[in-house]
């Protein structure tokens, strides 16, 4: 009987019934969409805030001040450390290894043009393919960890060309001053070799970039017999924002408790990152660039925050939406309620099956948003970050409870006020 | 009563009499308004608030003297003023000059500048211990406080040398400068430039005249008449005419003006080698940054001033919060202006910036947009459900003789007064909603936007009008006797 009654109410009444369903779904898929966008957003921007450049560098433990502090440009005459070029694929081996999404070495040294002038030359990676020992491979370089060159003429240096080892790319300044254009074949004297060059690329980089030579690392190691060797290390990683616990670990790690130091050494931040770094390479000093570090961090909180209270407002919005819609449901169908009831149905058996029927509309409804949800958090996804929204598992039981709590809360008072009232006063129609 | 009259007590009449079911369409458009005028405060209000979150990091214009001038402060601060004042976040002037460690065998790169300006402008500096806020404090990068230990409190003597090359065996009381530079009036008060280069005994080796503004062929021969300018090698500053030299026949104004400018370019080279001076300072923090910063050492501008002797800089941070366009046009304006410096854009943080503030507005936008749009479509399914309750109403009206378009302006016009009301709820809890939102991310509040509270209001009134029409139109088109019955 309870079925038929039921099965009798979701088709006869199926205008209102798809109504209420349908505003259900639309605010399942508002909570849905929402929620995901929001869970989602903090990996999206920090994937985002990675245009501004490393945030990590790695120096030698020993070296990494004297060309600053004594101002003798020129590290090859000294006894000076160097981190080594084959361990840079540790890099990907850490922890969090996961996290680290570029990472391009660096070795600079002082070359002398055919016009007798002394400029930078930096031998670094462009787009280097590197196979791990994890049996993964990955492409990394300055073309990606510079996105905001602009190669005013000419192209980036291909690392997949057969003679790259053999082009290089020029700043803007040294490009005037020389007065090069792209394809000009120079020769560079460094201070264990000499090399003609083609230059594949002039490049603007709004900096002190712009006054030198890049080349590829291989390149500069050779004309400076310095195999296998790199001077500094550029990493980008995703992070989580510095918290207290981040700070007191940055200082020493060493001084926090082993529970604390389980926390802090399992949690991407950019001191535990730099940590590992550490580890994994010898004799290396991994430092956070604040400048990045920081604000990133400073970035990524403000917008969690800002889309977490987006997405309170449209939660709220959408449970009291849909609870105010059951309640008028609920209060339209006095009549029928008071009919059940003249005829001797019990309250209880009444609040059943009303709220049997709006459960299943509420189940159909939410199942529909869901989906619909997922088109909204994609759509999202695609047309702001062009990638799509991972769909967390966990957002299916928050919307269930929410959608379940709210209809149960907008359907309930109302059918206790509808069965409040006298049978004969619903049925004759007087309120 | 008037038509009018009566048309006011229905409406309002049906609205008090069915409190509860009009308190849900009200509530339901409130809901709908409020998400509205909420939403699209926060849309407009992100860039601005994001903006200013994303000058965390750092400069994203430098200001450079122009090739050949020297950038003063007075030139910085009328450059300055070219720009708009609420946009400019701080900017912060810099002075590099490589200081010695007396009596080690170190030296630093060292720069003056002003710290309540750093702090606006490298807001990600990070100092272990305070910023130096008296005279003869200063802020020392980590490596180099590493390297030579100090720390927040001790002290440090540094000295500073002019980078002119200076001789070390000299022979007079001054040390000469290798090369000295002077100009003094001539004839019709015209300026003659003289620079002669001194041997190591402070005697002039060899001068060079540029008289070119003295007329050709009087004074002007002095530029090319080797006998007259051979008198002065070997000789010893200062010079005195008749004694030391002798004018050049039919050039005395000019010859005069020559000797004046030597003497006068050795009393400013005596004043430069003076400047080698030397300060104590009291170190306040260590400076942590992760960038090269952390091998200079900092001071303010005035001790800078006081140890060099020189009030001039060296380039000028500046961070203003405005986009890569606005930023471009500043530049522009700034060149234009020609206050003798060169604007340029710290390209890394411009891009970036553009890039993920570009992103996050798309964000908030496409979501506002999908918020909106799926409440409003909440709000009217809610209006339809109450509206289409009253079929038997309507029904009712009908068959006591109402006409189609009297019941359609009697209910729209209540959906309409709804929707009013609504509106005006929602305008301001909206705006409440979006002070919260402001405070709690971004720690500052915004201002209410008049023009939202009708834009507002007139959306509510639109979707309650909309929501109302569809319902009405069935319930009218339908035969009373069949609303009556129950149908």
Redesign the interface.
Known sequence: MLFRMIRGVLFHQKG?ML??A??IA??A??AT??LN?MLD?GDK?SQ??K???ANI?VKPKDS??LS????VGDGEEMNAAYLKEDELGKLKTIFWAFNIVDFTPFLDTQVTLPSGDTVKMVGTWFNHHLDLPTGESLDAGVVSMR????VTSGKWLDEKDENFLSEIMVGTLVAQQQGWQVGDTVKLTAARGEKDVTVAGIF????DEDGQIFATLDLVQALTDRENKVASIEVSALTTPDNDLARRAARNPLALSSRDYETWYCTAYVSAICYQIQEAITGSVA?????????EG??LD??Q???I??TA??LI??A???S??V???V??RA?EIGLLKAIGARDHSITGVVMTEILITALVGSVAGYFMGFG?AQ??GH???GSAVEMKPMVIPIVAALIALVTIAGSMPAIRMVLRLRPAEVLH?G? | MTKRKMFLRMITASLLRRRSRMLIALLSIGIGATILSGLVTIYYDVPRQMGAQFRSYGANMILLPKDGTVLTPDTLQKTLALLPEEELVGATPYRYVRLDMTRRQQSFTSAGTDFSQVVKTSPYFSVEGEYPQHAREILVGKEIADTIGVKAGSSMQLTYKPTVAVSENAADDWVPLATVRGSAEGWNTSLVAVTATLDSEARIASITIDASSQTEEYGGRTQTDEAFQNQFIGKKLPLTLGEDVDALSGATVTSTAIVNALNHARSVSQAAVATERTGYYTVTGVLVTGGEEESYVFMSLEDMEALTGESRLDVAELSVSANAAQLEEYVQALTDADTGVTPRLVKRVTRSETAVLGKLQALVFLVTAVVLLLTMICVSTTMMAVVSERRREIGLRKALGASDNSIRAEFLGEGMFLGALGGVMGSVLGFVFAQVVSINVFGSSITFQPLLLPVTVIVSMAIAAVSCLLPIKRAVAIDPALVLKGE
């Open positions: 209102k109504l209420i349908f505003t639309l605010g898929s508002l969409g929402m966008v957003v921007v985002e805030l245009t501004y450049g560098t990494s001040l600053d502090i004594y101002d996105s905001w060159w602009d603007d980089a709004g900096g430092n956070a660039v604040r400048q990045v570090a920081e604000s400073a970035i403000k917008t925050l800002l889309m209270l987006i407002l449209s919005g959408s009291l939406g849909i105010n819609l309640t008028a449901s209060m339209e009549q909204f759509l999202i047309s702001v970050f129609g309120h």
